[in-house]
C-alpha cells in the first residue's frame, strides 16, 4: 500500500514561518514527482510547489515562489515544505501527493496526480 502522511500544520501569525513534512512509505520518491496542493475554504485545489525527485526540476506557483521551498530527504523517504514569510491568503489544508514521474510544471499547474495522497494538514494563517 502506497501511503503519504503530511504533518507540520498549525496556527501562525502573518510573516511567521511552518515546515511541513509528507513521510512516503510503500515506495521510494525519488522515482516519483510530488506536489504540494493546497485547498482554501470554498476555493478549488491549487498545486503549489512541486519538484521532480529524480532531476530535481521544480515548479511554484507565482503566489508562493520566493517564500516556499521544498526540499528531500532520501534517507528518511520524506519531502518537506518549508514556508516563510506566510500571509492570510496561504491559510488552506495543505496535501502531499505522489504521481510517476512527468512534465512538473504540467502537472503542478493542472493537479495532475492520480497516485497517493496524503490526509492534508491544516495551515492557518492569523493574528
Request: net charge neutral; aromatic share 10%.
Given at each position: ?37 493546497r ?46 514569510s ?42
Amino acid at each position: 500500500q502506497l501511503q503519504l502522511v503530511e504533518s507540520g500544520g498549525g496556527l501562525v501569525p502573518p510573516g511567521g514561518s511552518l515546515r511541513l513534512s509528507c513521510a512516503a512509505s510503500g515506495f521510494t520518491l525519488y522515482h516519483y514527482t510530488i506536489g504540494w496542493i493546497r485547498q482554501a475554504l470554498q476555493k478549488d485545489r491549487e498545486g503549489v510547489s512541486c519538484v521532480n525527485n529524480s532531476d530535481g526540476s521544480t515548479y511554484d506557483a507565482d503566489s508562493v515562489r520566493g517564500r516556499f521551498t521544498n526540499s528531500r530527504d532520501n534517507a528518511k523517504n520524506t519531502v518537506y515544505l518549508q514556508m516563510n514569510s506566510l500571509k492570510p491568503e496561504d491559510t488552506a489544508v495543505y496535501y502531499c501527493a505522489a504521481e510517476v514521474l512527468h512534465p512538473v510544471q504540467a502537472m503542478c499547474v493542472n493537479v495532475w496526480f492520480s497516485g497517493s495522497w496524503g490526509q492534508g494538514t491544516q495551515v492557518t494563517v492569523s493574528s
